[in-house]
């Protein structure tokens, strides 16, 4: 096959072109066609995405960004539009043949027998190697197009590493500012790199049994487009977020540095999740803004720690409500108040556990105005009772086995509202609710409950019939109105 003959095709995403990629490509092409013969095939991946995170130029300006590429390489060119599809390797090739054979009208037809493939990316070169066509390896080293869209961001000098006929393209489109404004929530660190897009390379934790209940119940509620995770801690769930909704646009938010850090340092598989910085009771974003905001295992410590004030909880929903679009959702995952709380409650333990409770009854809200728990001690044939409120014996029972960080976890109230009135809250807050269900935790319930502690009714006061122990977690799911 002669190199007349031959199709080059450039598979990406072509947000922008840098001096050392455009500098690589052109020694590439010289290595496969000295005479500028060769047809070059671009083909821009994922041309239905566009304006987020992951792909902040739309497909109109990608193909101007190609275009002065082409013109600047100077050979013949055609330039096609892939849309974004879950396929395996062989089928997404064959996804690209057919655009390019359909948009050309069939004049172009790839094969392995007229095309090679020019690229540095792995994946891409896998992929095309299974389907049978053969590859050249541009270099790879230098200054990529993330890094433009790193300088654009942080304001810093993105020219001085861009391919001026790119430069161009992105001042009269005026590209920069756009981005500017869409990453305008990413977290910039002392080094000025942008936290979500950072390739640490580095594999998130394993999805641990808890972590998968969290993706369970959360996961099939989330409206896509802008989600939220107020109070993201470590940013495990971020890290699932963002293989699960890989086009949203992801934002973890956390008032700890301590928190931020560790979730900048994980590996996002789709690169869309940034790190802010922000109290979750306030209103962080502009009204309107948000599809999904999660909240969770987070409402009981606004309460908790600040001076077990509901208010402060209702003011995190009116907050939340502004930021919301219409429609959008609010996603709640914590501990859930007894529907019946307040009814008097018989508990027995085992000898471990009673020991644990007589230091939780003296050490239960320490920080507030009055620590600890009422409650009343008999033995009857022997077995020690306590006498206490059923809300009184699920606090105990949630925080019992939490003996590294127990002032901590004793300071907090997981019970803030019963269904019951979270639905009520959230009415009076502007939502209409989608959820409010509340179960046991299957491993909590063998592992730190059963054969450990019983619970009674009580039957004119004394232990009456065994009942079954509080639910452990609330999924609460409310749109905006």
């Not at 500028?36 to 995170?53: E, M, R, Y």
Request: hydrophobic share 35%; proline share 3%; aromatic share 8%.
């Amino acid at each position: 096959m002669s190199s007349k003959e031959r199709n080059i095709l450039l598979v990406g995403r072509w947000h922008g072109v840098t001096i050392d990629q455009e500098s690589a490509l052109r020694r590439a092409l010289f290595e496969l066609d000295p005479g500028s013969q060769s047809k070059l095939i671009f083909v821009i991946t994922a041309s239905d995405k566009g304006g987020t995170k992951r792909h902040p130029l739309m497909f109109k300006e990608r193909v101007e960004v190609v275009t002065g590429l082409a013109l600047a390489l100077g050979h013949p060119y055609e330039i096609h539009g892939a849309t974004d599809t879950k396929t395996t390797d062989i089928d997404w090739v064959k996804h690209v043949e057919e655009v390019v054979r359909s948009q050309s009208n069939t004049k172009t037809v790839l094969s392995p027998n007229d095309t090679i493939l020019l690229s540095s990316n792995d994946d891409v070169l896998a992929r095309f190697k299974k389907a049978g066509y053969s590859s050249k390896v541009h270099a790879s080293k230098g200054k990529t197009p993330a890094d433009i869209i790193s300088l654009v961001t942080t304001g810093k000098d993105w020219r001085a590493i861009t391919s001026p006929w790119c430069v161009e393209v992105y001042d009269r489109l005026a590209l920069g500012d756009r981005i500017v404004e869409l990453f305008k929530d990413v977290l910039v660190n002392d080094d000025g790199e942008l936290s979500n897009g950072r390739d640490f390379k580095i594999y998130a934790l394993g999805m641990d049994a808890s972590m998968a209940d969290k993706v369970r119940d959360i996961g099939p509620h989330i409206r896509p487009g802008r989600i939220v995770d107020k109070g993201c801690g470590t940013g495990s769930l971020l890290t699932h977020l963002s293989e699960l909704f890989g086009d949203s646009q992801i934002i973890g938010m956390d008032l700890s540095s301590e928190m931020r850090h560790m979730s900048e340092g994980l590996h996002y598989h789709n690169h869309n999740v940034a790190i802010v910085a922000g109290n979750i009771i306030e209103q962080r974003f502009p009204q309107g803004s948000l599809s999904t905001v999660i909240y969770s295992s987070v409402m009981h410590e606004i309460y908790s720690y600040n001076g077990y004030d509901r208010d402060q909880v209702r003011l995190a929903l009116a907050n939340t409500r502004k930021e919301l679009a219409r429609g959008g959702r609010l996603i709640i995952r914590d501990g859930i108040k007894p529907d019946n709380f307040e009814a008097k409650t018989w508990m027995r333990a085992d000898d471990e556990t009673k020991e644990r409770f007589y230091r939780f009854a003296r050490d239960f809200k320490g920080k507030s105005t009055a620590p600890g728990i009422a409650f009343e001690e008999r033995v009857i044939g022997g077995v020690t009772w306590f006498c206490l409120s059923l809300h009184d014996a699920n606090e105990f029972l949630s925080k019992k086995d939490y003996l590294a960080n127990w002032a901590i976890e004793c300071n907090e109230e997981f019970g803030v509202f019963t269904k019951a009135q979270w639905i009520g809250e959230l009415e009076a807050a502007g939502y209409r609710v989608v959820q409010c269900t509340s179960y046991m935790n299957p491993w909590i319930l063998k592992n730190r409950y059963q054969n450990r502690a019983w619970l009674h009714t009580d039957n004119d006061g004394a232990p009456g019939d065994e009942i079954s122990f509080p639910d452990t977690t609330a999924v609460i799911v409310a749109e905006a109105l």
